[in-house]
């Protein structure tokens, strides 16, 4: 028997809401994948580990056989109607909560009061660094103004949220060492006012995003996401390598910050042993369990848990759009962690009782203890 059971809860530490609008094929396609240019995965998206897995483990959640066609696939949900399905998918993935990242939006989003109804479990918001500096540079309060306006209008915006998230990855890598100097905020401000800001890449700009969510977060006890490794084309991958965070993470350690590592693949182990070394970084596998589909999940988590302390180990989905992707995160990440633990114990490396413990901790224990809930 497994060691971890179909209905263990899952925490959902780091997702976003879903789309209720009728999605055509090619609509449905672009959710499944991370690239947004047409055609970039090949002929079709369900020609990918991730498509696989929506046709062997969804369909049956629409009354079809597992490894329906797609065209079967999309007929049915359309005939279903897009509030059932999300209801469906939502309640199905288990999930005892959903941390929700607020900082993307798509048209027919849903918003975080109507997540909660439809997966019928609580939800908490993440509040996105860069979304809100960039509506303060775009409010143009003047250069000299504008790193005291940010910090007022981020601690306003994150009253009752439940963590902040950076997105630094995505905007010029992690490579963020020092605090920025004044001079170069300021230019940086000016030079958007200027109408060269469209996309918020610049060091200081960057850099100062993350001194005041730290002051944010070590007031109100907020964990700070970092989006790393894998994602869209907005990135340079080997810029998203969580290690080049670690001058951060010392400076956020020293002040009682925590760090949770989002996605990681493919730093795995880089991950991990910042996990290892620092006390106040936690890690998750994130997107990477669904779109490495049902056979890469249990070596994407075996491997972050070749060296992760089992206290630092978090579920999240990072679900975008897609309500099948809720249920992904969740149905496969149960199987992966039940397959590594059934195996250690199979071994002789763990016991079964330890093996539940394990799972208690990693399905929600260790983000109840970070996240102020």
């Known amino acids: ?12 530490h780091h997702c976003h809401p879903v789309v209720e609008e009728k999605l055509d094929r090619a609509r449905f396609e672009g959710m499944l994948s991370e690239s ?15 498509g696989l897995a929506v046709q062997r483990w969804c369909a049956p959640i629409l009354d079809l056989d597992s490894h329906a066609d797609p065209d079967a696939y999309l007929e049915r949900r359309a005939a279903i109607g897009a509030a059932d399905v999300s209801n469906r998918f939502l309640r199905a993935a288990g999930t005892s909560r959903l941390l929700i990242d607020t900082g993307l939006s798509e048209p027919g989003m849903i918003g975080i009061d109507a997540m909660a109804e439809r997966a019928g479990a609580p939800v908490g918001e993440v509040v996105r660094i860069e979304q809100v500096m960039s509506e303060v540079l775009d409010s143009a309060p003047g250069p000299g103004a504008f790193a005291g306006a940010f910090a ?25 060492a020092d605090p920025p100097e004044s001079a170069a905020v300021e230019a940086a401000a000016e030079s958007w006012a200027a109408g060269s800001g469209a996309r918020l890449d610049d060091a200081a700009l960057l ?93 994407v988590l075996a491997e972050a848990m070749e060296l992760v302390p089992f206290g630092k180990l978090l579920y999240s989905s990072d679900a975008y759009a897609l309500a099948e992707l809720h249920y992904l995160g969740a149905v496969l990440f149960r199987r992966a962690l039940g397959r590594v633990l059934d195996d250690w114990i199979a071994d002789g490396e763990v016991t079964a009782a330890r093996a539940e413990g394990i799972v208690g901790a990693v399905a929600g224990g260790n983000a109840e203890r970070i996240y102020p809930l």
């Open 207 to 299: 850099r100062l995003g993350i001194e005041v969510a730290a002051d944010v977060a070590a007031e109100r006890g907020l964990p700070i996401q970092f989006h790393t490794g894998f994602g869209d084309p907005d990135l340079v991958l080997h810029r998203s390598d969580p290690s080049l965070l670690t001058p951060v993470i010392e400076r956020l350690r020293a002040r009682g910050v925590t760090v949770t590592l989002l996605h990681c693949w493919p730093y795995l182990r880089e991950a991990a042993h910042l996990a290892a070394m620092f006390p106040n970084v936690y890690m998750d596998v994130g997107l990477a369990i669904p779109h490495t589909g049902g056979a890469g999940a249990v070596r």
């Open 1 to 12: 028997m497994s060691a971890l059971g179909g209905d263990v809860p899952l925490l959902d």
């Open 152 to 176: 007022a209008e981020l601690a306003e915006r994150s009253r009752g949220a439940v963590g902040l998230k950076s997105v630094a990855a995505y905007r010029g890598g992690l490579d963020l």
């Open 36 to 50: 947004y240019f047409a055609g970039a995965a090949g002929p079709s998206a369900f020609d990918s580990p991730l």
